[in-house]
C-alpha cells in the first residue's frame, strides 16, 4: 500500500490536501472523485518517516514558520479541543486546514505520535524551533489537567497578543523612519 499527497476541490468549493492510503494510484483517483470532489493534484509520497528529516527541512523555505501561522496553529488546536473533538483529530483536521505547509508536516508527525500513543505536548516537543519549551510545558499542564482546551486557547491568546504587539510596533517605527529618509535626502 502506498501514501499519496494529494489537493481536491470538493463540491462545496474549498480546496483540501491530506494523504491518502491506497494499493495504487488509481484506486486514490476513484475514492477521492466518488466522494464528489475534484481531483487537482495527486502524487505518491515517500514513506511518512522522512517528515522530520533534513532533507526535508531543507527544501521547505525559511527557517520556521511566522508567529502568526504558529498563533493559528494552536487557536484551531484550541477551538476544535474545545468543540469536543478527542486530540487525534484536532491534529489532522489543523493539518488539513493549515496554510503553511511546514505546520501541515509538523502536525500530520504529531498526529502519527499521538496514534502511536505519545501526548500531544510531547510530539510538538520534537519541534522545539517551532514550540518553546515553555509552550509544549504548558500544553503538557493542560493535557495532565483536563483542561487541554483551555490552556491551549490562552496560549493562543498569549500568541495573538504577541504578534498584534509585533504589529504595533512596526508601525509605529515606520513613521519615524520615512521622516528620518525624508530629512537626509533633503
Known sequence: MATFAYTVLEPNGQ??????????????????????????????????????????????????????DVALFTRRLADLADAGLPLDRVLQVVAEQSENQQLTDLAEEALEDVRAGSSVSAALAKHPKVFTPIFTSTLEAGEQSG????????????????????????????????????????
Open 15 to 68: 480546496r483540501k490536501s491530506g494523504f491518502l492510503d491506497a494499493n495504487t494510484k488509481e484506486a486514490a483517483v476513484q475514492q477521492l472523485t466518488g466522494s464528489g470532489s475534484y481531483l487537482i493534484e495527486i502524487s505518491e509520497r515517500a514513506a511518512r518517516e522522512g517528515f522530520g528529516s533534513r532533507d526535508n527541512q531543507e527544501k521547505k523555505k525559511g527557517g520556521k514558520p511566522a508567529k502568526a
Open 147 to 186: 483542561q487541554f482546551s483551555e490552556v491551549a486557547g490562552r496560549l493562543a491568546e498569549f500568541q495573538e497578543k504577541e504578534v498584534g504587539r509585533k504589529s504595533q510596533i512596526v508601525s509605529a517605527l515606520i513613521y519615524p523612519s520615512i521622516l528620518l529618509f525624508i530629512e537626509t535626502a533633503s
